[in-house]
């Protein structure tokens, strides 16, 4: 009933830039956290950077002062704008969000954590 479709990702030269979006739609009553992960290759998922839903971002020490995550509600949308890309932030990149959904009458039912189907981003050297 809710899904979350990206886009942005590429291939871009070390040094370059790239803007993610994830987009949300369906029954959706409320947008909380939201945030971005991503996964290497051969490497653990790790969390890049989230947002809370009054605003606050955080970031992973790795992409401190080059990524930028915002949200805008009423779009229903997350963003990540990565500068200075480097090598190491290739990955698969998956938004994930906190979601109140709602039934066929508006009604909140739960909050489920939604995920993304993930959109490469490859760095080149």
């Known amino acids: 009933q809710v899904q979350l479709v990206e886009s942005g990702g590429g291939l871009v030269q070390a040094g370059g830039s790239l803007r993610l979006s994830c987009v949300a739609s369906?029954?959706?009553?409320?947008?909380?956290?939201m945030s971005w992960h991503r996964q290497a290759p051969g490497k653990q998922r790790e969390l890049v950077a989230g947002i809370t839903v009054g605003g606050s971002p955080n970031y992973a020490d790795s992409v401190k002062g080059r990524f930028i995550v915002t949200r805008d509600n009423a779009k229903k949308a997350v963003y990540l704008q990565m500068n200075s890309l480097k090598p190491e932030d290739t990955a698969v990149y998956y938004c994930?969000?906190?979601?109140?959904?709602?039934?066929?009458?508006?009604?909140?039912?739960?909050?489920?954590?939604?995920w993304g189907q993930g959109t490469q981003v490859t760095v080149s050297s």
């Open positions: 369906g029954r959706i009553f409320n947008l909380n956290d």
């Open positions: 994930v969000v906190d979601i109140t959904y709602s039934d066929e009458t508006g009604t909140p039912v739960s909050m489920k954590e939604y």
